[in-house]
């Protein structure tokens, strides 16, 4: 059984309030205070889940850099108060970051669900994506 340190179970409640904020400030029309503390809570239990070390080494990949550089950017244009923009960047830096592990998660719910018209989508989906 993996054991979960105290740190990482406050990561997990931060990362979740983080998403959380993100969410209300998008459903509340781009609320740009309410997406900057969203942005900043979700940063910081992420680093307090995998660690300060393995964060900067995940986003600070050679080939995940244009991802990393949109994503953040985009953090900064939301606390300089253009929530629009700076969401829109963060959404292309987040599936640029993610690109490769979108094509396991699609095999994986491929694999997983029972219903035929869905599996089918899935394994689509999984095809289109290349593992990097």
Known sequence: MISITEWQKIGVGTTGFGIFFIL??????????????????????????????KTFSFFFQRHKLKGTSFFLG???IVLLR???LGMLLETYGFFNLFKGFFSVAFGF??????????SMLFQRLQGTSSMV
Do not use: Q
């Open 74 to 76: 985009g953090v900064v």
């Open 82 to 84: 253009w929530p629009l």
């Open 24 to 53: 209300f400030g998008m459903l509340l029309y781009f609320d740009s205070v309410l997406l900057a503390f969203g942005n900043l809570l979700f940063l910081t239990g992420l680093s307090l889940i995998i660690g300060l070390r």
């Open 109 to 118: 719910l491929g694999n997983t669900s029972n219903i035929p018209f869905l």
